[in-house]
């Protein structure tokens, strides 16, 4: 059903969810074995149309925000697939679904069981967690029903800074992720991250500059410099970090002048 449907025109988005429901059931039932017996072929090119439709599908939910649609869709993908490293590509998507609806345990559970699955590999293990650990410094508030211990953080830190090239986005999610818990200095990740390119990477580093403005009162001196970076993505990332430093000073001038 699902080779006809996408052969005859049907290989379209508005068909995700179909096509990958058909081509799982062709791959998945209990007699598999025997009705694909003698044609492994045949039927590892139908379980990697199931894969493929699958990952469209999930992408699709989540842009609609249909976030249990795209978990169910996923968890089915996570079962089907059997290369290690697609499985924690899987887990990390996962892991994002979660992120959306700040359910900061839940995609913590996800990250790790992609850890959980490639453990000599230092460069993914880098990836994961600066994941982890990035997410404590951007979305704080993902963690209100299940907090994580400062030694925890710290750690996911360390591993990160400690397997990740000098110039990757894992090693500035956790330099950036260091210096919002009040240690460091920005200024290595916002080198790297203008080294890479990345304006998600320099918003990170750009929002961790004015907070730690903020912190330590240091507000129109560090404000006054930015990384080159016009990108609305990191302008807006960054405003609304930076309005408040600002919004504060006003007062404080006022403050003076009257004295």
Known sequence: MAEWLEQNGGARDENASRLAYHYIE?????DADLAWAGDDDH????RQRALEWLRRAAALSISRYAVDDALAILHEAVELERDTHAQVELWKRVAEAHELRY?????????????SLLEDDPAEQAEISSLLAIQTAKKAGMWAHSPVTRELVEGWIERALGLSPPASPARVRALVARVTRNAGSIDDAIAAAEQLGDPELASFALGARASDAIERMRYMRRLRTRP??????SIGSAIPIIAPAFTNTRPMRRSANRT
Do not use: F, I, Q, T
């Open 103 to 115: 359910e900061g345990g839940r995609s913590r559970e996800a990250l790790e069981r992609a850890l």
């Open 43 to 46: 039927y590892e090119a139908l």
């Open 228 to 233: 080159n970076d016009d990108s609305p993505c």
């Open 26 to 30: 062709a791959v998945r039932l209990e």
